[in-house]
């Protein structure tokens, strides 16, 4: 079975600081990963996508991912952080037939 | 063009009752999935339909059933609600359902029913 592993369930970063997000995975064959951002009382928002072509992903409002196959990584990064990134991001492993394993998120709380 | 659409948004029921949640896909697309996200917790999987098939169940009770509709709506139905049943309900559609190999097409997600269970 898929699965995704998020450390740090609560990460706290001041704003203009880089960002990290640590994601490993666990499959059986070549996984498609993602990472969704959900912002409060708001729906699920894709960031990125990793389906086996570059390992450096770069998605929205500047996040990026690189897959690690070595490591069974897939690590979410952006170099400045927001205030309006502040929000819930998780990691998702996708089984080849569109389900979706996700991971138990990561609450990032942006300080001023 | 028109997201994923969902409802009731919020709804609030009693233990025992049953329940009927609403999908409608964004156009074009053909698979449905549905998800429970529990308070603090990922969204885990339930269903996935693609032409009006079931093509995936997660490890849920058989008081969960869903169908999808000719016009590839679907419906989330669960009978003999609980207490733990209390959760975000989240549809999500893509263009197809992806085989073993190739690539996964993304899946768009509505906004969700928030079920209360009392």
């Known amino acids: 079975a898929q699965s995704v592993t998020q450390l740090d369930s609560h990460v706290s970063v001041s704003e203009g600081t880089p960002v990290l997000l640590r994601c490993n995975y666990s499959?059986?064959?070549?996984?498609?990963l993602f990472w969704y951002v959900q912002h409060p009382n708001k729906g699920l928002q894709l960031l990125l996508k990793y389906t086996s072509a570059a390992t450096l992903v770069k998605g929205i409002n500047g996040f990026e991912a690189e897959f690690k196959k070595s490591e069974t990584s897939f690590h979410l990064t952006k170099p400045s952080a927001h205030m309006s990134d502040a929000a819930e991001y998780f990691c998702v492993v996708s089984d080849g037939n569109n389900r979706l394993a996700f991971g138990k998120g990561n609450q990032v709380v942006v300080i001023p | 063009d028109a997201g994923v659409t969902q409802s009731p948004t919020h709804l609030i029921k009693t233990r025992g009752q049953q329940v009927t949640l609403r999908c409608s896909p964004i156009s074009g697309h053909k698979s449905v999935s549905w998800y429970q996200q529990v308070l603090g917790q990922g969204p885990q999987f339930i269903f996935q339909y693609y032409e009006k098939e079931e093509r995936g169940r997660g490890n849920f009770p058989d008081r969960f059933s869903a169908r999808q509709f000719p016009n590839y709506s679907s419906e989330l139905n669960v009978n003999a609600l609980l207490l733990g049943d209390s959760a975000l309900y989240l549809c999500?559609?893509?263009?197809?359902?992806?085989?073993?190999?190739?690539?996964?097409?993304?899946?768009?997600f509505g906004p969700g029913t928030r079920l209360t269970v009392t």
């Open positions: 499959s059986s064959y070549s996984p498609s």
């Open positions: 999500a559609s893509s263009l197809r359902l992806a085989g073993l190999v190739g690539p996964s097409y993304e899946q768009y």
